[in-house]
């Protein structure tokens, strides 16, 4: 059974699979070795589900993976995918593009990747018969939101290809559940951030984006990161977001799954603590965790970057019974500093 031995080959104690018709459910993992799938597929073989993970290693990385749980295909590629959705019986989907700035250089590739890639996956699960699935999206497709906090019924209007191409999807979701009966889950993700160190899991973009592991690679290499604005309408004129602990989304996930798995109906949700803090907040943070100071410059505004981002996730807490329990903002960077730390170490030898 998969999920009872640590990355290191030790024996762990875990917590019983909830059980379902006297079934441990068996569940695919689309883009598994890659930030969050892996957090979220490390947590689910915790949790004693069956797991098989499907990544094209594009943006992944097969060390994220248990190797007998990996198989490297691409998304698009449906003839391939239908034979590993056999028995399955919910998919877990983060397999996507996730760089705005990137989806503005090329278009084309968000959309024959997210969309193609994820139609593609969903005539595969049609072959098989698989019903239900949890979607990863994205905050990206309220654009420049009206009213902070966000609820899910604000009005959806991305300003970047990368939103636009996961509304795209949730606009397919809407229309299978109602022809084909496909009950999913889409969960519209705010700032993703922090690590799970114990289990040699974090954050290793290239090229990196996202401000926590940019903070602390300016502190190890004395290179100034770019602040992109100081004059927006915000307490300190840097943007505000809503900063989530990668553990906590993933037991999102984990908690979609058991709603999907007990007949819950179709629905969207947001995915944030409901807290905003700005970028130079952020900095604070890692200076206090670090003990060493931030060298940064302030660039250009980047188009499209909102002032203020922070979830109304009411229904989330609500209908799927989750809470957000590591996500204090010094519990994220300290997570991140000993996951970069533990990372840097580890390519430094031999």
């Known amino acids: 059974m998969p999920g009872q031995t640590t990355r290191s080959g030790r024996a762990r104690r875990r917590a019983p699979a909830r059980r379902y ?30 797991v098989l993970v499907v990544d094209d290693l594009s943006r992944g990385h097969r060390q994220n993976v248990p190797p007998h749980l990996l198989r490297v295909v691409h998304l698009q590629e449906t ?37 193609g890639g994820t139609l593609s996956l969903l005539a595969a699960m049609a072959r098989a018969g698989v019903k239900r699935l949890v979607f990863s999206s994205t905050a990206a497709v309220y654009g420049n939101p009206e009213t902070i906090p966000i609820p899910e019924d604000a009005p959806l209007a991305p300003v970047s290809p990368y939103g636009e191409s996961k509304l795209i999807v949730e606009r397919m ?5 109602e022809f084909r009966g496909l009950r999913s889950v889409a969960l519209r993700y705010f700032n993703a951030c922090g690590a799970l160190p114990e289990a ?16 602390l ?4 290499s004395g290179e100034p990161v770019k602040i992109f604005g100081e004059d927006y309408p915000t307490p300190d004129g840097t943007c505000i977001r809503d900063y989530i602990h990668v553990t906590d989304l993933a037991q999102a996930h984990l908690a979609a799954l058991d709603y999907l798995l007990e007949g819950g ?17 952020v900095m ?13 410059v302030i660039a250009p505004r980047r188009p499209g970057d909102a002032a203020e981002l922070v979830a109304d996730s009411a229904k989330l807490r609500r209908t799927l019974g989750w809470k957000p329990v590591r996500s204090d903002l010094h519990r994220i960077v300290q997570d991140a500093w000993e996951f970069y730390q533990s990372a840097r170490a580890g390519a430094s030898r031999p």
Request: aromatic share 8%; hydrophobic share 45%.
């Open 21 to 50: 018709n006297r079934i441990v459910p068996n569940i695919l993992v689309t883009g598994g070795a890659g930030y969050i799938g892996s957090l979220t597929t490390y947590q689910l073989l915790q949790r004693g589900f069956e």
């Open 79 to 115: 003839a391939a995918l239908a034979p590993l959705l056999a028995g399955v019986d919910a998919v877990v989907h983060f397999a996507a593009f996730i760089a705005v700035g990137e989806s503005a250089r090329e278009p084309e590739l968000y959309f024959s990747n997210n969309v």
């Open 173 to 177: 979701l809407r229309q299978l559940d």
């Open 200 to 215: 040699g899991l974090g954050e290793q973009h290239e090229p990196e984006t996202h401000l926590i592991p940019l903070l």
């Open 217 to 220: 690679r300016a502190v190890d």
């Open 265 to 281: 109906a179709s629905g969207v949700f947001n995915a944030g603590t409901g807290r905003g803090q700005s970028v130079m907040e």
């Open 284 to 296: 604070r943070a890692v200076e206090e965790v670090t003990g060493r100071k931030v060298p940064y």
